[in-house]
């Protein structure tokens, strides 16, 4: 529990750029007070807060509370006077509007102040910052002090400056604020001197002192009310009132305070927690799992805030995750399974190839072929060193992002029909982006400007890049601070200890699964074929695509490491409990993959469309085999297009499966209806945001809407597939790679296949193009392309 409310804290700061240790903990409720001093140690703070009313702390809030009116307008011009002058126009009128409103509701005028603020944001970037203005001053002082908030905020943030890029007032915003009842402390309240509470009674409490096991401990118990300003607490205590209690952990005191509120302050130094040792404890089992997946998450908050493509900052298409020191996936955040699943292999080359690595080195790399899933993912690795005279890394954090551009023969580096890996972009392969902690800037775009189908933007790429080695600095941090609580060698033993407990779920879950086979067409004519056979006795299972297609001529070939993260991502999925997905999933499992076949081909051969359809396509056939759920659209859909200055790269949502709920023993006891329009399996990205899309872009997106009656028909009924209409403004290349257009998702158990889906351009002059699975086009202005998306397969017999 302590680790949860930490883990929420630390996501919502470091999402806002804020280090909380600088900070003070507030509690409030009634059970606030019994956790704060734990949770303040989890997340590194020394000092605790509690209101004499923190026990009905919202109530009391709420009963004092202002009456706010809130006007916005939208202003999309620059930080200019111009742009300035159009917000104090727009100001005037709001400030009228919300006062107006709180004259209505009763407010007396002289109750009411109004503050303003600009919503600005970076010319070409999504995220706006409030900075407030005096709509009194002239233009030029708002310029000036609209500007320097905004920097400081940003910094604050975002950890990084554009001071090349032109600022653009997004909104302007008034708020008219009826004030609430003010309660003043006593101007001439004097501090009380301080003296030792004495106890009303013995008591007896859990907890752990720095030094101690944790075991039951005498405690002194006291009663709020008989406690007066100056009282003075030494941990372990209890401290009880009518609305709240509070605990007062070992190392810790709390004080009561003129205004009579408590006040805690760790007076010793927390200690490495060294007492938890190196055997698996279920308890700390489960809290060393929720802390290795919150690294992650913080990871990839701090990716998303610093990022700069639209693919990473809003379609969240990125990965991150903890690897232990021989490359095993340690832990990762709810982020992109294709990626997650196929990582270590990135990191096991990074070992293998600079076995004379030093602290602050970072690398980079997209070989497909050395644990990459196609060129525009790329993964960024910072090996971890505890101390500076470590000679190897004691673990490795990394970050797959997937950039809008890495060169290739069509915008958006996804060509539908590419054959030779070099048409699909720079192909990365052990560069040190990070030498010593000097970034290689030179170097990185001279390698992001070779071959014969150079990046289109290097300089974004370059951004993106940045942002991965600051969230995977993070990661650093993080792993430093863990390791200083816990010690290095408990750190690492339940790095071992969470990829056995993974083994033994999966184990636990194959015993409940039967031998089976299944075929799965794609459009090109290619045939995937995977057995799935489970030794009980042995509670493991042998996976065998044997007789799957050999290698393609065109895109659809997968590297052996997608097919392995399928088969992590299906068999994790099967297990209930709530574990990381990490490398010990795999340990009860042997894949079999022939050599030269589609998932497993040798380079040069091209590989784009594996990582999103091919994987697509193994999940739903290994699902298949399991008979445990219908295929879910067996595509991602992805649509590109772009030119020399603008390249974009999407996946479309469309309907999932239904499925079956098993017992243990693998009987069916119920199911599911799959959902209509979502990310299914193997990719979890999002779409970009309407407005978004059409500020950064010349596009306009007509409708986006569920496509009624594509699910498959069932018992349980699959879910339903999308159409997308995206008009074009300018000439621009648009591409897509897809599957699911000749044969439907299946079904399972009686139940029927998904629609499958289409794809087509309505030309301006009322033409109509049919479009194959793959297909690329020349769109003009007013040129519609639309996306019909796959239905997912129903399951049982529809009734």
């Known amino acids: ?29 009634g059970a606030g007070g019994q956790h704060a001093c734990l949770v303040a140690d989890a997340l590194g703070m020394t000092r605790v807060f509690a209101h004499p009313f923190a026990g009905v702390l919202s109530a009391y809030g709420m009963g004092l509370a202002d009456q706010i009116a809130m006007r916005e307008r939208s202003v999309e011009q620059g930080l200019t006077d111009d742009g300035v002058n159009t917000a104090l126009r727009s100001a005037t009128e709001l400030t009228e509007q919300a006062r107006g409103e709180l004259l209505q509701q009763g407010v007396a005028a002289s109750q009411i102040r109004t503050v303003a603020q600009l919503q600005v944001r970076y010319q070409g970037t999504d995220t706006a910052l409030g900075c407030g203005f005096a709509t009194e001053a002239p233009a030029a002082h708002i310029i000036a002090s609209v500007r320097e908030e905004f920097e400081r905020a940003y910094q604050q943030r975002f950890a990084f400056l554009m001071p090349d890029r032109a600022l653009v007032i997004e909104a302007v915003s008034i708020e008219a604020i009826g004030e609430g009842e003010r309660i003043a402390a006593p101007a001439d309240l004097a501090a009380a001197p301080d003296y030792t509470a004495q106890p009303a009674a013995p008591a007896r409490m859990y907890c752990q002192a720095d030094d101690q096991a944790a075991g039951w401990r005498p405690a002194g118990l006291y009663v709020r009310e008989s406690l007066k300003p100056g009282a003075v607490i030494n941990g372990p205590a209890i401290v009880a009132e009518k609305n709240a209690t509070t605990v007062v952990e070992p190392g810790w ?26 055997d698996v404890d279920p308890v700390m089992l489960e809290v060393f799992n929720n802390l290795f997946m919150n690294i992650a998450e913080q990871m990839g908050l701090r990716l998303q805030n610093t990022a ?49 690595m030093r602290p602050g080195d970072v690398f980079v790399l997209n070989n497909p072929y050395n644990g990459g899933t196609h060129l525009p993912d790329i993964t960024v690795v910072t090996p971890v060193y505890l101390d500076s005279g470590d000679t190897k890394p004691s673990f490795y954090v990394a970050s797959r992002g997937h950039h809008a551009d890495i060169g290739g023969t069509t915008p958006g580096s996804m060509p539908p029909f590419s054959k030779r890996i070099e048409e699909e972009g720079v192909l990365i392969d052990n560069f040190k982006l990070v030498e010593e902690g000097r970034l290689r800037e030179v170097e990185l775009l001279a390698l992001l400007g070779s071959g014969p189908y150079p990046s289109r933007n290097p300089a974004q790429n370059l951004a993106d890049l940045r942002a991965q080695v600051a969230a995977n600095e993070k990661g650093v941090q993080e792993l430093k601070s863990m390791v200083a609580q816990y010690g290095r060698q408990t750190v690492a033993a339940y790095m071992g200890h969470v990829q056995n407990n993974a083994e033994e779920s999966v184990r636990r879950i194959i015993t409940a699964l039967h031998d089976g086979a299944f075929e799965l067409p794609l459009d090109n004519g290619a045939v995937i074929r995977v057995k799935v056979s489970v030794d009980v006795k042995a509670r493991a299972a042998t996976v065998d695509f044997t007789g799957t297609s050999a290698q393609l001529d065109n895109n659809f070939n997968a590297p052996k490491s997608i097919t392995m993260a399928a088969v992590l991502y299906v068999f994790r999925t099967l297990v209930d409990d709530d574990i990381p997905l990490n490398a010990g999933c795999l340990k009860p499992i042997k894949v079999i993959v022939p050599e030269g076949c589609m998932l497993n081909p040798h380079p040069p051969a091209s590989v784009v469309a594996g990582n999103v359809e091919t994987s697509s396509c193994v999940t739903n056939a290994l699902y298949g085999a399991l008979g445990v759920m219908a295929a879910s659209q067996c595509t991602m859909n992805n649509f590109t297009f772009g030119n ?111 629609a499958t889906g289409s794809n087509r351009v309505e030309r301006a002059d009322g033409r109509v193009e049919d479009l194959d699975h793959i297909a690329s086009v020349e769109m003009q202005p007013d040129d519609v392309f639309v996306i019909e998306t796959p239905g997912g397969g129903g399951f049982g017999e529809p009734s």
């Open 644 to 754: 020399d200055m603008y390249q974009y790269y999407e996946t479309i949502s469309g309907g999932s499966g239904a499925g079956a709920v098993f017992n243990a023993q693998g009987q069916a006891i119920g199911g599911f209806d799959g959902t209509s329009v979502v990310q299914t399996h193997m990719t979890n990205s999002r779409l970009t945001d309407p407005e978004v899309l059409e500020f950064r872009f010349p596009v306009r997106l007509d409708s986006y809407e569920i496509r009624a009656g594509s699910g498959g028909a069932g018992e349980y009924r699959g879910g339903n597939g999308g159409v997308r209409r995206v008009r074009f403004l300018e000439p621009m290349t648009a591409s897509i790679l897809s599957n699911g257009r000749h044969s439907g998702a299946f079904g399972m158990a009686g139940g029927r296949p998904g």
């Open 308 to 356: 700069y493509s639209v693919n990473i900052k809003e379609r969240l298409d990125f990965s991150c995750a903890l690897f232990d020191a021989g490359g095993s996936l340690i832990a990762n955040a709810p982020h992109m399974p294709v990626h997650l699943g196929s990582m270590s292999e990135s990191i096991r080359t990074v070992i293998e190839s600079n076995p004379l």
């Open 1 to 29: 529990a302590v680790q949860n409310m930490a883990n929420a804290i630390k996501r919502i700061s470091v999402a806002r750029g804020y280090d909380v240790t600088h900070y003070t903990l507030q509690c409030f409720g």
């Open 253 to 278: 005191q709390a004080r009561i305070t003129a205004l009579d509120c408590i006040e805690l302050h760790r007076v010793k130094p927390r200690v490495s927690a060294n007492a938890v040792g190196t």
